[in-house]
């Protein structure tokens, strides 16, 4: 069984700085693409990062330049730094991956974890 685990999350001061972590575990044959998405309240789910295997990345406009998304392929871990905080930047923030289980391994699959709430207020 695979899952996603996010931490890192909590409350900062404007113009502060965290950085969430999540890790994949469980019989995982490979990872393709992994993610981080945001969820204000009243909000859709949004797209904040991305990064391929071979670690191209990609991100939503409203983060570029604040916001770093890095993995450890060895550790099946991504992280997302973020710097320069603003109050905009609070909601949900969930961990997604493209898995192909070992089971299951000629298939990939979209997993996510359960989310870890950023806050950010003075």
């Known amino acids: 069984q695979v899952q996603l685990v996010e931490s890192g999350g909590g409350l900062v001061q404007p113009g502060g700085s965290l950085r969430l972590s999540c890790v994949a575990s469980?019989?995982?044959?490979?990872?393709?693409?992994m993610s981080w998405y945001r969820q204000a309240p009243g909000k859709e789910r949004e797209l904040v990062a991305a990064?391929?295997?071979?670690?191209?990345?990609n991100y939503a406009d409203s983060v570029k330049g604040r916001f770093t998304i890095s993995r450890d392929n060895a550790k099946n871990m991504v992280y997302l730094q973020m710097n320069s905080l603003e109050p905009e930047d609070t909601a949900v923030y969930y961990c997604?991956?493209?898995?192909?289980?070992?089971?299951?391994?000629?298939?990939?699959?979209?997993?996510w974890g359960q989310g870890t709430q950023v806050t950010v207020s003075s």
């Open positions: 990064i391929t295997s071979g670690g191209r990345t």
């Open positions: 997604n991956a493209d898995i192909r289980p070992y089971r299951f391994r000629n298939s990939v699959y979209d997993y």
């Open positions: 469980g019989s995982i044959f490979s990872i393709n693409a």
